[in-house]
């Protein structure tokens, strides 16, 4: 079964049992800087989870676009991917356990027709926090699960939570069983070596976890995700996603062009180039910081590993044309946008050639320092220098060290690295919790402030103004909006006193439903109308905003203090930005 079919099928089961299909949201959060990607189908519904009504209701399904890098030096084996999709469905403390279950085994059995003696099952075994899942166990086993296929673990295995703080729960996770060999008696879903391949994972998530410990959610949620390229694997009796439909032809068009069999450089490309092109479709864009970052090492691995097989750069658009015609049916924004994907690559691929050569620059100079002193080895830290700084793998340091009669020492790489990937996860696991995290009340008020300053910045400068991002922390806001000149010290003033003019009016702010026709109707302002479903949610401030946004907001504006322009600078071509403060 194809990718697209499992899809669709999962969908339209679900719709079929009362969800509504919401559209995925982009793979870059919105409106919300400080993560780095959606992770997981449940990361854009974290509010709803938590409480709040969601416009589409209590049951909701879709696909989600995930991007996952903690694990990137991972990829190139035959399992890990950078991006994945997510298909997920959603109780809003609508039905729980039992429900939950029975859906899943249905969909399994039924809809993908995978038979019983395949599926074992986990559950949560309970500890101090939470009772063994008793509910889930009888579920199963009405469902037609034998008692022996039913494992139970503890919360390194059958607890999920997006880093450490946010909505959480026991989970019960499925497993398709590869019919590989036991690889000890022992062996049950939770080891590792390849027999049991997990397939969808049903939270239910009742709890909140934060510094203080557990607390229960105002309301039992389910939380699912199901892996479409793994189910695809599986259905399709492959043994790695790479021989999908979905990756497939790219796999082999690489076999075409390489002058060096390398498989784990193929995977490499062809996993890394669709992860990239995600995260441009949805306006990443390669930099030094942050998710730009991991654009630009996305890209440059591919690069390096088109070297490996040494396949002539000059071929790109090629094999990026290749990978779009197998991903457009699922992905048809790929398609649409293929120029600027692949501009954006090209010119990333350009810049990384250059460092490439300045690396070589360096490495020569390391070479006759080393030479000079009359030693034989270039030192680990130089190695792992020209890696960190130049993007100079120690593969080539090593190669062309040989060339000059030197050797490279290795052995602390390993160490250097490991520190170097621990510091970079450390950034991401922060980044993530971050996002989730950041529905406190100062950063709610912030959130609002960003609503006033978008609208005072209509009045002061001109219609033209409409946001490009936000990012907020507790300490400050930051906004960037279009607007093609420097502001003045007049304008900033204006909008400065006109912020704090809304706010001294004490308006309330009202949360909307309405259709988003009626909202675009109504002149209601939006960055990404079109990722939005039918029915949105719109926050109206008086007669002074009406933007479509999730939220949260305060109730009315003279909770926020006094508001302040701390600067105002250029951020990109036609973009300015405000750093704002609430005293
Ligand atoms: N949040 C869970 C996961 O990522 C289920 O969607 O596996």
Same mark, same amino acid.
């Given at each position: ?349 350009? @810049? ?105 910045? @209509? ?125």
């Amino acid at each position: 079964m194809k990718a697209i079919e499992i899809r669709n099928k999962y969908l339209k089961f679900f719709e079929n049992h009362g969800h509504k299909v919401i559209p995925s949201a982009p793979v870059i959060p919105e409106n919300d800087p400080s993560v780095l990607f959606t992770t997981a189908g449940m990361q854009p519904l974290v509010p709803y989870l938590l409480g709040e009504k969601h416009p589409a209701g209590t049951r909701l399904t879709d696909f989600q676009k995930c991007v996952r890098t903690n694990d990137i030096d991972e990829v190139g084996d035959n399992r890990h991917l950078t991006y994945f999709e997510m298909l997920g469905n959603w109780s809003l403390g609508d039905y729980f356990k039992e429900e939950s279950i029975a859906m899943s085994y249905e969909f399994l059995t039924k809809e993908l027709q995978i038979p019983n003696e395949k599926l074992s099952v986990t559950c949560f075994a309970g500890d101090e926090d939470c009772d063994r899942d008793n509910v889930a166990f009888e579920a199963w086993k009405k469902a037609g699960i034998p008692e022996e296929r039913i494992y139970f673990f503890g919360k390194d295995d059958n607890w999920w939570i997006a880093g450490e703080e946010g909505p959480c729960g026991p989970d019960t996770e499925m497993f398709y069983d590869t019919g590989k060999e036991k690889c000890s008696p022992e062996c049950n879903p939770s080891c590792g070596c390849g027999k049991y391949v997990e397939i969808w994972n049903n939270v239910f998530m009742e709890f909140y976890k934060d510094k203080n410990g557990y607390s229960k959610l105002k309301q039992q949620n389910v939380d699912t995700g199901l892996g479409l390229e793994r189910m695809a694997m599986l259905l399709q009796g492959k043994k790695t996603p790479f021989e999908i439909e979905l990756f497939a032809p790219v796999m082999e068009k690489l076999v075409n062009l390489q002058k060096v069999d390398l498989i784990q450089s193929r995977r490499i490309v062809a996993e890394h180039l669709r992860s990239s092109m995600m995260i441009i479709e949805d306006g990443g864009r390669p930099s030094n910081v942050d998710r730009g970052y991991i654009l630009r090492r996305l890209l440059r691995r591919m690069t390096r590993h088109l070297n490996k097989l040494e396949i002539d750069l000059s071929v790109l658009p090629e094999i990026i044309d290749v990978s779009i015609d197998s991903l457009k049916e699922l992905y048809p924004e790929l398609d649409a946008n293929r120029d600027i994907i692949k501009t954006v690559i090209i010119e990333e691929k350009d @810049k990384f050639v250059k460092t490439l050569q300045n690396g070589e620059k360096e490495f020569e100079k390391v070479a006759n320092r080393a030479k000079n002193a009359g030693k034989k080895v270039i030192e680990t830290e130089a190695v792992f220098n020209l890696y960190e700084t130049y993007g100079f793998p120690p593969e080539m340091t090593e190669e062309l060290a040989k060339e000059q009669g030197l050797e490279v020492d290795m052995s602390d790489y390993q160490r250097l690295f490991a520190e170097h990937q621990a510091k970079s996860r450390m950034g991401s696991e922060q980044k993530f919790k971050g996002g989730l995290a950041s529905t406190g009340e100062v950063e709610t008020k912030y959130h609002t402030a960003t609503h006033l300053l978008n609208a005072a910045l @209509k009045v002061v400068l001109g219609e033209h103004v409409h946001q490009k991002g936000s990012n907020i922390t507790a300490d400050r806001m930051r906004f960037d909006f279009s607007h093609g000149a420097k502001m003045t010290d007049e304008e900033k003033q204006k909008t400065e006193d006109l912020v704090n003019e809304y706010i001294s009016q004490n308006i309330p702010v009202e949360k909307l439903e309405m259709k988003k026709e009626e909202a675009i109707e109504l002149g209601a302002e939006a960055m990404f109308l079109d990722k939005y479903g039918d029915i949105v949610t719109v926050y109206k401030i008086g007669d002074v905003s009406l933007e479509l946004c999730g939220g949260p907001h305060v109730k009315s504006t003279g909770e926020l203090g006094h508001f302040k322009i701390k600067k105002e600078e250029a951020s990109s071509a036609g973009v300015r930005r405000i750093k704002a403060i609430l005293e």
